[in-house]
């Protein structure tokens, strides 16, 4: 079973970037689907974006699509999610999630998640 988890996040002003990884172990990444989520308090989780097996597909959430980059580096069992032009709105817990079934990319459902890691976004 692949574990998986994140690091990069902080406290950083509006307009600012972040670039957060997860480190996948346990397992070879390049068999699944890699995900961000995030999850805001007092809201439901959120789709971030998603990337296919070796990085030749993506999908965004609308919120996030022209700012946000996922991206992966099989060779190191990495997924990363570089944030660009953050706003306070993008604060939340971010994780990172994998799967090995392509029928995520539809669902969202996704079987394996990270811990979380904190983005905080001051005005």
């Known amino acids: 079973q692949v574990l998986l988890e994140e690091s990069g996040g902080g406290l950083v002003q509006a307009g600012g970037s972040l670039r957060l990884s997860c480190a996948a172990s346990?397992?070879?990444?390049?068999?699944?689907?890699g995900a961000w989520f995030r999850q805001a308090p007092g809201k439901e989780r959120e789709f971030v974006a998603a990337?296919?097996?070796?990085?030749?597909?993506?999908n965004y959430g609308d919120s996030v699509r022209g700012r946000f980059t996922i991206s992966r580096d099989n060779a190191k069992n990495m997924v990363y999610l570089q944030m660009n032009s953050l706003k306070p709105e993008d604060t939340a817990v971010y994780y990172c999630?994998?799967?090995?079934?392509?029928?995520?990319?539809?669902?969202?459902?996704?079987?394996?998640w990270g811990q979380g890691t904190q983005v905080t976004v001051s005005s």
């Open positions: 346990g397992g070879i990444l390049s068999r699944y689907i």
């Open positions: 999630a994998a799967d090995a079934s392509a029928n995520v990319w539809v669902t969202n459902e996704y079987g394996i």
């Open positions: 990337i296919n097996w070796y990085g030749g597909n993506s």
